[in-house]
C-alpha cells in the first residue's frame, strides 16, 4: 500500500506563478516529515524537517506546513531555478527500522 | 555540499561483475544509509549502519552487502551485476540512529551503468 503519495507528478509554472505541492501519508505515528529538493544526477538536499501538525517552515520562497494526513510545500512567485523535483519522505512507528519512506515526489517546472 | 562524499561518481561495467561504492559520511555523523535510485522506481532504501553495526536493512538483494569501517566510512558492495542493476546509487549520513524525526543528508550519488 502507498504510505506516502505525491501530487501532482509534475508541475509547471510561468515564473511568479504560485503554487502548492502536496504530499500525503496514510501511516500512523509520524516522527518527522521530510522535504528536499532533487536536481537531475544529483542527491537530494535538505529542505525542511516538521514533527507534528501546524507547524511550519519557510525557506525563500518555500514554504512547509503539516496537518495530520498531509504536508503542503508552498512556493511563492517561484523563478526558473526553482525548477527541480521535490521529493517528501516520513518517518514513522509503523515504518519498520525507522525507515525513511519517501514518495515519487513532484516534477517543477518553472519557466521564465 | 552536503559533506556527504561518495566515489567514484561514474562507472561502467559488464554484466556479472562486481563493484564497490565509497562513502565518507558527514564529519561527526555515526550513521550511513544506503539508497538506489532508478528511474522507474524513486528511492528505495536499501541497508543503514550506526558507528559500524548494521542497523536496519530495506530492499537490498543477497548479491549486494555493505559495512561501516571503524573510521565509519562506508562500502556497498554490488556483485554479479545485472543490467537492471544500472541505478544512482545514494549514500546518506545521520548523526545519530535514526529515531525520531532524525535528519539524513545525501551525497551526490555514484551513476552505476552495467552494459
Known amino acids: 500500500e502507498d504510505q506516502v503519495t505525491q501530487s501532482p507528478e509534475a508541475l509547471r509554472l510561468q515564473e511568479g506563478e504560485s503554487s502548492s505541492l502536496n504530499c500525503s501519508y496514510t501511516?500512523?505515528?509520524?516522527?518527522?516529515l521530510f522535504w528536499y529538493r532533487q536536481d537531475p544526477g544529483k542527491g537530494p538536499e535538505f529542505l525542511f524537517t516538521?514533527?507534528?501538525a501546524g507547524e511550519e517552515k519557510e525557506k525563500e520562497r518555500l514554504k512547509a506546513t503539516l496537518t495530520k494526513k498531509e504536508s503542503f510545500l508552498h512556493i511563492t512567485a517561484p523563478k526558473p531555478e526553482d525548477s527541480a523535483t521535490y521529493l517528501c519522505?516520513?518517518?514513522?512507528?509503523?515504518?519498520?527500522?525507522?525507515?525513511?519512506?519517501f514518495g515519487a515526489g513532484t516534477r517543477l517546472t518553472v519557466k521564465p | 555540499d552536503s559533506g556527504v562524499t561518495q566515489t567514484p561518481k561514474h562507472l561502467i561495467t559488464a554484466t556479472g561483475q562486481r563493484v564497490t561504492l565509497r562513502c565518507s559520511p558527514r564529519?561527526?555523523?555515526?550513521?550511513v544509509y544506503w539508497y538506489q535510485q532508478s528511474l522507474d522506481q524513486g528511492l528505495q532504501f536499501l541497508i543503514q549502519?550506526?558507528?559500524?553495526?548494521?542497523?536496519a536493512k530495506g530492499n537490498i538483494l543477497e548479491r549486494f552487502s555493505a559495512q561501516q569501517f571503524p573510521d565509519l566510512h562506508s562500502e556497498l558492495n554490488l556483485s554479479s551485476l545485472e543490467l537492471g542493476d544500472s541505478a544512482l546509487y545514494f549514500c546518506?549520513?545521520?548523526?545519530?540512529?535514526?529515531?525520531?524525526?532524525?535528519?539524513?543528508?545525501f551525497g551526490e550519488g555514484s551513476w552505476l551503468t552495467v552494459v
Open positions: 516538521l514533527y507534528s
Open positions: 501511516v500512523s505515528g509520524l516522527r518527522g
Open positions: 519522505a516520513v518517518q514513522a512507528d509503523a515504518i519498520l527500522n525507522n525507515d525513511m519512506r
Open positions: 564529519s561527526g555523523d555515526l550513521s
Open positions: 549502519y550506526y558507528n559500524g553495526e548494521e542497523r
Open positions: 546518506a549520513s545521520s548523526v545519530a540512529r535514526g529515531e525520531a524525526g532524525n535528519t539524513i543528508y
